[in-house]
């Protein structure tokens, strides 16, 4: 991902506020040098419990506007997915990506940010098709 489309850093402020606003948790974001992230573009931690608990999101700095937006979105929903995950045991749960679809709904379907666009020609074939 290149650093030439890379999200301003008043862009990234207004963004996480939004999504700390649509959470109703208390979470950090941060930018960060990709090698803190273990060739990972983005991660979510939980720190605290009970009252005191809060999450801290890191995304690389490498990673450019769009993916910042996605990104952001991702490990949000896992913040407010995190106690319905880890009782499960499992990352990308129903909830998760029910929680995704709402969070990516409140922030771009209704706010008029560009989306990406793709046609299903562009897909690579699926086996046996």
Avoid: C
Avoid at 35 to 50: M, N, Q, S, T
């Amino acid at each position: 991902m290149g650093i030439r489309n890379r999200l301003s850093l008043q862009g990234f402020r207004q963004l996480a506020r939004r999504l700390r606003l649509l959470s109703g948790l208390r979470v950090q974001y941060r930018r960060v040098d990709g090698r803190e992230l273990d060739d990972a573009w983005a991660d979510v931690d939980k720190l605290g419990d009970g009252e005191d608990v809060r999450f801290v999101v890191r995304i690389a700095s490498t990673v450019d506007q769009p993916g910042v937006t996605y990104l952001l979105i991702h490990e949000t929903a896992h913040a407010i997915t995190w106690d319905i995950e880890e009782k499960h045991g499992e990352q990308h749960s129903p909830e998760f990506w029910i929680t995704y679809g709402r969070l990516y709904d409140a922030l771009i379907e209704r706010s008029g940010l560009p989306k990406t666009r793709f046609s299903r020609s562009e897909l690579p074939p699926v086996t046996g098709e």
